[in-house]
């Protein structure tokens, strides 16, 4: 359920009708770049302590970790090239939430049912 919170909050920085700040393209590397190494230290630190020898899978990983990297990666693609205009914000929200809800609730059922 975490990273589809994370997915709304991507959505909620990029659709906001503001101004956005000019980012310089080596401002926007150093972002990318740094999206990149906490994605790689995550993954490291739970493959280090929490995976046993041997596993096929990581364990531990959880979507929460990525957060900070998700707030870098949405630093580094704001522009006022791509903008998200609609005339009823609350109807796409309403979508939104609704298509977020049946990932999530699918993914429980799948998870645990199947």
């Not at 920085?13 to 994605?39: G, H, N, P, W």
């Not at 870098?72 to 009823?88: G, R």
């Amino acid at each position: 359920m975490d990273l589809y919170l994370q997915y709304y909050i991507l959505y909620l920085l990029s659709s906001e009708k503001q101004d956005v700040e000019k980012i310089e393209k080596k401002t926007r590397i150093v972002l990318f770049v740094i999206a990149f190494l906490l994605i790689g230290v995550v993954y490291s630190a739970m493959y280090l302590n929490w995976t046993n020898i041997g596993a096929d899978t990581i364990d531990g990983l959880q979507p929460r970790y990525f957060t900070p990297a998700i707030l870098c990666l949405a630093l580094a693609f704001s522009n006022s090239i791509i903008k998200i205009d609609v005339n009823n914000k609350e109807k796409l929200d309403t979508i939104l939430m609704c298509v977020i809800y049946v990932c999530v609730f699918s993914t429980i059922i799948l998870g645990f049912y199947a």
